[in-house]
């Protein structure tokens, strides 16, 4: 039998954090996160995504969620040239030679 899955905490927030970083908590809260906006230590408000039918999630969500760290690089990743090899060499001798 599956365990019941404990319900989602709200992260709770001071509303002046919440003044002087709103652009980021909205982005989090439109990527799916649910904020409990506090006024002095009291819960006052909920600051959540809209309901949708969009099941799919992108990065940017993800991001947003701190699921994924963004990217450092700025520029399009390219591949090396493949390396030849003879097929049945050990794979140590392989790296020695590819190495230098």
């Known amino acids: 039998m599956a365990k019941p899955s404990k319900p989602v905490s709200a992260r709770k927030l001071g509303i002046r954090e919440l003044r002087e970083q709103s652009a980021k908590y909205v982005q989090r809260a439109g990527a799916g996160e649910n904020i409990v906006v506090t006024v002095n230590g009291e819960p006052v408000a909920k600051l959540g995504p809209l309901e949708s039918s969009n099941t799919q999630v992108s990065i940017t969500e993800l991001i947003a969620k701190t ?17 030849a090899v003879h097929s049945g060499a050990r794979i140590d001798q392989l790296l020695r030679e590819v190495r230098g």
């Open 67 to 83: 699921a994924l760290i963004a990217p450092r690089r700025k520029d399009t990743f390219k591949l090396a040239e493949p390396v």
